[in-house]
């Protein structure tokens, strides 16, 4: 008979993910409490424009203009609260895991280049030029794809309504998370009738990060193997 022994090594301490918890609140909160006028000035500054790849001549004055750079700080905008909060709760959920899986720095750049090619997406699909693009959904959904591929079998807790009562319940993480998928995939086309949504970004999002994490973890398997002399 085999028994597990627990391990006395400590995990690693995980402070990518409070970190970005308090930028994205406090970038929130120093847009929120200024004056009208600066508030408009750094939207217009820092959020990422669309139809910036209208044509290879319009794409490289984006990218002249700063717009590349726009990709990353237009995470860190948000419109209202909601949009705020729904960002958050969803970066602990999954980005607390998947932090402790790849260590805070794959974690953080999996964040800033999820974010920025899940903008750059929306950029290329809105076809109006000039809208602003802002909010860290592109990159939370990146960390719903590495989450769903670092942890193919887990389980998440959902909380259903039955009659008077509410029920707590494990659902495979995979069946969840392929649902909103599916749902972003159908918000793409349907989405623009419904809100100003980026269901595009979400998607890219979603794809680079399973794509990255894959890559990490069998990045990180092929080291474990060489330190064990396999």
Known sequence: MFIAVPSRQKSPLRWATPLLFAVLWLCFTWVMLAPDGEQRRLLLEWAALSGGLASPEAWRASLQDGNSLRLASALFLHADWAHLLGNLVFLLIFGLPAERAMGPWRFLLLFLLGGAVANLAAVAVID???????????????????????????????????????????VPAALLIGIWALLQFVFTFIGPAYGAVAWSAHLAGFAFGGAFALLARAGIARRLRRSRGY
């Open 128 to 170: 109006t030029p000039d809208q602003l693009i802002i909010g860290a959904s592109g990159a939370v959904s990146a960390l719903i794809g590495a989450y769903l591929a670092l942890f193919p079998g887990a389980r998440l807790g959902l909380v259903l309504p039955l009659g008077l009562f509410l029920q707590f319940v494990k």
